[in-house]
């Protein structure tokens, strides 16, 4: 079935540091692929998408390249602040019959010192 | 200005009480979602609703019973909780459940089964 394989944390960088955590992904046909963040304390938010082979994504300094060849989708930042610190969620949408459900990583927990 | 709001935020109870989880989306998106997110982070599908009617319904104890009065309600009933239902539960919309569409998440209900 469709999984999602995501580097295992946690993950503890000093601010300023450059950051990548691994994902990769099992999926048949074509899948949207996603990076959801969740600070402490509440629900998922979206930090970057990609819809097809070759798109990079990109917000707030974060950068994820769909790598089909390679089944991957890596988030990466070049200077990581103390807000950054999240727990972060690889994720794939694929259909289900009518239905597109995502499917998530296990989560990778980030933190960011001063 | 809440997009996707659930009530309550906590919820302590005991086995085999009945529990209800209200949610309610202001995005006027037609898809709405039940997660659920146990200690460990991981983050699975029980539900999803388009336009009121079911179109997910994962591996989830019948126990478990979503009701969806209109397309910006999602509320999810417990019968006979245990002690395993004990997790964080998370409601989610996107605008038409499409493939690429972003998902918005809810700040999630902690709920503690004792």
């Known amino acids: 079935g469709d999984s999602v394989t995501q580097m295992e944390g946690p993950v503890t960088l000093s601010e300023e540091a450059f950051l990548t955590i691994n994902c990769t992904y099992t999926a048949t046909g074509y899948p949207s692929l996603f990076w959801y963040v969740q600070y402490p304390g509440e629900g998922l938010q979206l930090l970057l998408k990609a819809t097809k082979a070759d798109d990079k994504g990109s917000n707030k300094g974060f950068e994820a390249t769909y790598r089909k060849e390679t089944t991957s989708f890596h988030l990466e930042k070049g200077s990581v602040q103390v807000s950054d610190s999240a727990v972060y969620f690889c994720a794939l949408a694929v259909s289900s019959g009518s239905a597109r459900q995502l499917t998530f990583g296990s989560g990778t927990q980030l933190t960011v010192l001063p | 200005d809440t997009a996707v709001s659930q009530t309550p935020k906590y919820l302590v109870t005991q086995m085999g009480n009945d529990k209800s989880i209200k949610c309610e989306q202001n995005?006027?998106?037609?898809?709405m979602y039940w997660y659920k997110q146990d200690s460990k982070k991981f983050l699975k599908i029980m539900f999803s609703y388009n336009n009121k009617e079911l179109i997910i319904n994962e591996t989830v104890p019948n126990r478990f019973s979503p009701k969806s009065p209109d397309k910006a309600h999602l509320n999810l009933h417990i019968n006979s909780l245990e002690l395993g239902d004990s997790a964080v539960y998370f409601c989610a919309s996107s605008l038409a459940g499409g493939l690429s569409d972003t998902q918005y998440f809810g700040p999630g209900t902690r709920l503690t089964v004792l």
């Open positions: 995005l006027g998106h037609d898809t």
